[in-house]
């Protein structure tokens, strides 16, 4: 499987932006990259996914490096709320498999 | 709300035991995965069913095995439990089985052996 690279931890304040940064060097052509997390003692919540070009829903922003081998998760404005891990995973876009989590980033808003 | 059900919430149970979770899929979802997790293995792919079919594996022990019924609603059966089955087990679906569409998280079984 293609492997991501996050950085263990990240803080910022509340109502303040946050970037989320993931590496994936070895992304293949067919791998969508997809975004979840997971709040204390909850199942992983589904954030956002893309292929090649940006994508923006009410949740973040994914932003997607020409060569596909970054890509970065934005918050626009972070509450308490949003304090979890987040993982961002490839996945095959025609694949049968499911998703691998990596340790992802535990990411602490400041109040 | 993921539109995703388990149950039970919790389970209790020895070693040696047989126990069986249970997952109802989004409406309209087709494929059904399962998930553990453990505070040594992280989360971790079990298996995945596509209307009705198996369509993958990942690391499934023997001891463990799953159906998807013609309702779509799916069951993990777990079998001669150890200790360290203990984990939280999570069931997912999705609209179709690939990248192309996000997967939605059910609330979990914590399943406890002792």
């Known amino acids: 499987d293609a492997k991501t690279t996050q950085p263990n931890s990240m803080e910022s304040n509340e109502e303040e932006p946050v970037h989320l940064p993931c590496n994936h060097s070895?992304?293949?052509?067919?791998?969508?990259i997809h975004w979840y997390r997971q709040l204390p003692s909850q199942g992983p919540e589904y954030v956002i996914h893309g292929l090649t070009s940006n994508v923006n829903n009410r949740m973040a922003s994914l932003a997607i490096a020409e060569d596909r081998k970054s890509s970065t998760l934005i918050l626009h404005r972070a509450t308490l709320r949003d304090a979890a891990v987040y993982y961002c995973i490839l996945y095959s876009g025609g694949g049968a498999d499911g998703l691998t989590f990596g340790k992802g980033t535990h990411l602490i808003i400041q109040p | 709300d993921s539109g995703v059900t388990q149950t039970p919430k919790h389970l209790i149970t020895a070693t040696g035991q047989r126990v069986t979770l249970r997952c109802s899929p989004r409406?309209?979802?087709?494929?059904v995965y399962w998930y553990q997790q453990s505070l040594d293995q992280g989360l971790q792919f079990l298996i995945q069913y596509y209307n009705g079919e198996e369509r993958a594996k990942g690391n499934i022990l023997e001891r463990f095995s799953a159906q998807q019924f013609p309702d779509l609603h799916s069951e993990l059966n777990l079998s001669s439990l150890e200790l360290g089955d203990s984990a939280l087990y999570f069931c997912?679906?999705?609209?179709?089985?690939?990248?192309?569409?996000?997967?939605?998280f059910g609330p979990g079984t914590r399943l406890t052996v002792t």
């Open positions: 070895t992304i293949s052509g067919t791998d969508y």
């Open positions: 997912a679906s999705s609209a179709t089985g690939t990248g192309t569409y996000e997967q939605y």
């Open positions: 409406s309209g979802d087709l494929s």
